[in-house]
């Protein structure tokens, strides 16, 4: 067993020189040691915070925000270990095929690989996780049978599931720095390090691999790393710093200009629709999670991926929310349009509908540093965030279709209840998943990181998370990433023997 | 000119049946149904389609242009073009295979539905 090692006990001037070096504990970081553990390659993975959320560490991620409104940014994210794990909802649902496609009407679309690329680190994500059985492809006849399912007409919409990652039982979700901690105690191979900050990333002479990384304490002790490999762990926003914020004015791996530029999330905007189901009550597994072969399950509404294609939207997953009132209009127009289609509506209610939505990836929707510093000395950052109308449209396109596909099943119907960009943004809310400032291309012109997740132009240097998703689907990303993850240890394991 | 497929009575005794139930559940009262009566109109073959009237008008009020496809410039002969032979349930099955809604107040409606709520709105 190799106890946590706290960084403020390690005297001053300590160089350090593990074959990996792990900057981040959360769950990318912890992902990636648990799945290099028992190999020949010496592992220490550094942590800014320690067990438990400390106000010092968290005011580290202060920085300053414009544009559209968001979450401040030491409010989304928590750093310390198991990172933003430690206040996810345990949403999980694998990237859809179209995800990776480039597509010529999506500016920036397509990863450099496919599905089939990722789909083989699943079902071990997944139970990294800890989501149950992955039966978000095959839930429905098993559903409907527990409870019949929403029935609308074939098209553009269609009902798929999310899974929730749960510790046992009902209890939600996963934090991986708790769930965690003895494994990774208990792995030869590893060390981690705890309130050990990177504030920078230091190249060789030619810039062509990361010689050194400077390690800092909030007591003032000052150590050094000389790692043969680096994993940047730490979220989409926080490497994206690091590298702005090392190695002079243009940063690391920012040859050309793009890290943290493409930032994005989901955009969880509430009560964008109202649902009316003719026939009343709809089964529970649409409000909240339900169980199924120990798995928990809840149902979302999501456009296919052929109306994706032909009619140019991006992701969304609508949920169904809380009842609601309706007005005398709202009763009229219910009223005219059961009769119309000579359906029932004698026990209709209605109902409030929520989502998360995919936007568009945006060069300008971006992390760029300030002049202000931290109590480490590295400089802040601003988030500009940007949404654009099309975001907003396309999501009311797969709405308006699912509308149309329950009234044509004779089912129910749809009210969009947001119009102008001004009710949209008033109803705004986001998933703190942070995404895109380290994008994977094949060309350095057009992406940070390449296939394999190493930053163009320097050997030795990785990026872990979802900060490398080059177009961002409307799916949870901690499953994904921890499957991306789970591929980019196969990667280093061959790099590092 | 051919009629709808039901008698206007079939349609009333059938229909409000139906309206009974559904407007309960929304909670309108059924003897509300029996309070407005409206002016004979060379579209009451039109109307006949129309099992709550009022709830039709309330609604076309609201639509703010005629709905897309044959209804624009002759919104009745459209309309009577459109129910030519046929119930209004398959006029409007025949609107949402083509994907022919509108939205009134964001209410996705089937355009044929929007067109006989306007007409009888604008009627009222």
Redesign the interface.
Known sequence: MSPFIDARTLPTGTVLEPDLAIIGGGPAGITLALALAHTPIRVMLFESGGLDFETGTQALYDGKNAGVKYLALNASRMRYLGGSSNHWGGWCRPLDAIDFEARDWLPYSGWPFGLSEMAPWFKRAQALVEAGSWIYDDADARMDAMAPMLKF?GGGAYTSWFQFSKTRDDVLPTHFGTRYADDLKHIPNLKVFLHANAVSLNLSGNAATLDTIDGATLTHKRFTVKPKATVLAMGAVENARLMLASGGAMGVGNQNGLVGRFFADHPIPRDT??LVHFA?ELPGYYFNGTQLDGAILRATIAPTEDFKRKQHVLGSLSTIENPVE?N???????????????A?????KAFSVGCGLELAPDPDRRLTLTDERDALGMQRLKLTNRVSDNDFARYRATM?EW??QL??AGTG?????Y?TRAEWEGALDWGDHHLGTTRMHKDPQHGVVDANQKVHGIANLFVAGSGVFPTYSASNPTLNLVALTLRLAQHLRGVLK | MSGPRYSRRAVAVG?GI??A????????TVPRLLHHRYRPSPNDDLFAY???R???V??GK?VEMPPPNHLTFDLAGGLRKSLKGR???EA??ED??K?L?V????????A??AGL?MLAAQES
């Open positions: 007409a629709a109202t009343g309706l005398e209009f709202d009763k009229a127009a219910i009223v005219t349009a059961a009769l119309a289609v000579g029932d509506a004698s026990n209709a308006k509308g149309r009234l044509a119907m749809i009210r969009l209840n119009d | 229909g139906a309206v139930l559904g407007l309960t559940a929304v909670g309108v129309l099992v709550d009022d709830a039709a309330r609604v609201a119930t209004l349930a409007t099955h949402l295979a994907g809604v939205e009134v107040k964001g209410w996705v409606l089937p044929t539905v709520a």
